[in-house]
């Protein structure tokens, strides 16, 4: 442990290699900057998330798990997800909507303050994505309870979630 | 062997499959006479409805003696009276098939000590069946059973009686960001006494689904069954697809698909030890593991296109050659192996992490048998089992690796087993990228054959995978069942938490690391 402590206090590298997208092109740099002012802006510095898995396959939910790892790491921008919806700014929601999950999902909507930003995240979340016409699920967020904003991707990866949070808010901007 | 087949009305041999269809009155006899004389372990249990075909029901016992790479399947056929004899008193392993062919088929296990619903909830209509072929079910009623407000058939939770007990009721939505399912923990203080898990909230019809579309489209659906085993799922569809259509797939498909197989363990692998430690409270266990799991999804991105390794298998073969990226891929390896290194020393070396995980969440053999538990959690049990050595496919059979298990049983034994395994794929990563492979891609197959059928199976990060396909008249899918890894598991998670404390559960249950997704279907 002490090793490692040492190692994180004199080496300057990162741990691993910033995903290409971060590391080359300026524009996901203006991502992250614009993602940061929005927050900064319109959330008060702070975006709290909370994250609902409505029957998706969990690859969704394991993107969403690696936003907070330490390269990714969207703390630091404000953003974290939280444990309860009370208190949620947004809902992220994945999966297609089971109609075993229907009730709850409306539950835990209903158990989030407004204003609440409901996204769908993921292609299932969407339109139902590959389970569309299944008789056990509703074909996406929006048949359920209305949604604000669409993350298309299947699942979509880190970065792809980032940068849809981020035109989340210029959407927001624009609306606010 | 003799004896069942002496009784049996037909058998039918395919590849390592022996189909041994016998009368209502031999049907408990025979599966008792696996399990019992020859220790054969129940791999699956499903029903179909072919009285399209052959104008009955049909219930399929999947067993494999160990020792032998042999499928036995006893098959029994219902025709009038749709009353079967559960085998449940004499083989635990089968409650929940049992529990599942009755909602999904209305056939039901005379004998059975739960016929409680267990996939469809309470307020699915009555006397409804979606895998039946002539089901249907109006607009109102499915809207009303997503609605989940009337209760048409209620579920009772067992309930514990006594001084000082109370109920914890936990999800179906819960704190982090993991999958929904419902817990209900009976407590004796902070002790756990009982715990019934209530799953299937994701359930989405898929068997059903794969009935819509064709084979080939079904490798996309078998894909996402359960995100973190993507890869594995789709292999064992498609092999199950293959044998049906009567093809060898080339030595360099095998090959590609070995090697993926083995880089989607590792990364399940290390990111579960990883994750463990978010049980413990050791967050730099917990960003060390995330950080070699995702330059390994990294690396899977470069070499699939997708982090999870969609869209590489196809029926007949794989899409693409990745053994042309062989130095990126030996390159990755290499720097994770050394990072592995380190971070399991890290692990190990912190008292307080795995004082947690010593005794904690101790599942014993005997359980683990009769349930029939599956992959690491078995292993870890010290059950001897891993499909890649029982029923050696692809490339397993050439490669030199060992099926490790612990006798313990507890969450520091899940961890290790996984350590190990883990190094193990890497050292089966390196051995096949040493050679050189021959073949094409992937054969073309055009045309299934009607009124066939056959089994898949591969070992995924979490135990033993399998599909079993059948055609209809037109070629198109009639049934296609599979059998997740975490469907065997679950059941025993309960046995493994009792008499541990309630904060002590998201370890446990992080330990098996079971997928709802996978188990609600
Ligand atoms: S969008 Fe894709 S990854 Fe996400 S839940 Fe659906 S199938 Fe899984």
Redesign the pocket.
Known sequence: MIKQIFKNLTTRKNTIDVPELLALSPESVAHFVNLQKGIDGIFNRSLRIRQIDAG??N??EWECTALTNPIYDIQRFGIDFVASPRHADMLLI???VSRQMELALKKTCLATPEPRIVVAC???AVDG??YKGSYAVTNGVSNIIPVDFYIQG??PNPMQIIIGIKELIEYLKVKV | MEEIINKAVKTKRLFNELYIEVRKDDFKEACVYLYGKKRAILRLMFATDEREIDTAFKIYTVFSVPGTDKFHIIVLPLKDDLIFPSITPDIPAAHWYEREIRDMFGLTPKGHPDLRRLVLHDSFPCNSFPLRKDWNITEPELKEWGKGLVQKEPYSFMKVEGEGIYEIPVGPVHAGIIEPGHFRFSAVGETIFFLEPRLFYTHKGTEKHFESMSFFDGVKLAE?VS?TSSFSHSTAYCMAVERMAGIEITEKAKAVRTLLLELERLYNHIGDIGNMCAGTGLAVGYAGGAVIKEKLMQLNERLAGSRYLRGMNEIGGVSKDIFIQADDILNIINEVTKEYKDFMKLLTGTVSHIERLENTGRLSKDIAVKLGVTGVAARASGINDDIRKAHPHLLYDKLDFEAHTMARGDVFARMMVRAEEAECSISMINALLENRYKGELAASIKEIPPCSSALGYTETPRGSVFYWVMSDKNGRPLRVKFRSPSYCNWPAVPFAVHGNIVPDFPLCNKSFNLSYSGCDM
């Open positions: 998706s396959c690859a969704c994945t999966g297609p993921g292609d299932c994505g590959i299947c699942p | 996402r995100g």
